[in-house]
């Protein structure tokens, strides 16, 4: 199991911007691909982006399609979430995790405490 920690969120009005971040313990960090999921309050957690072991493929949901981008460093054992043009619908706790593929992305490990963003009209 690979153990994940989220950081970033944060309260921003809607229109702005925030960067996640996912940092990842183990030495294999560099052979995962990695997604990130949200849960709005009284939803359930939903697929936001996933990426590659390298980087060189992403996907996304359409809700967020244009607007956020997902990114990653192995040197750093990191994968971000660039959220641009917010809106009060983005409001949720965010969590990262290993997915089993880009295209597939179901998670495969147990989830850390997400960080909370918060997006006022």
């Known amino acids: 199991q690979v153990q994940l920690v989220e950081s970033g969120g944060g309260l921003v009005q809607a229109g702005g911007s925030l960067r996640l971040s996912c940092a990842a313990s183990?030495?294999?960090?560099?052979?995962?691909?990695m997604g990130w999921f949200r849960q709005a309050p009284g939803k359930e957690r939903e697929f936001v982006a996933s990426?590659?072991?390298?980087?060189?493929?992403?996907y996304y949901a359409d809700s967020v399609k244009g607007r956020f981008t997902i990114s990653r460093d192995n040197a750093k054992n990191k994968v971000y979430l660039h959220l641009n043009s917010l809106k009060p619908e983005d409001t949720a706790v965010y969590y990262c995790?290993?997915?089993?593929?880009?295209?597939?992305?179901?998670?495969?490990?147990?989830w850390g405490q997400g960080t909370l963003v918060t997006v006022s009209s």
């Open positions: 995790n290993r997915v089993a593929s880009v295209y597939n992305p179901n998670a495969l490990n147990a």
């Open positions: 183990g030495r294999t960090f560099s052979t995962y691909h």
């Open positions: 990426i590659n072991w390298s980087g060189g493929s992403t």
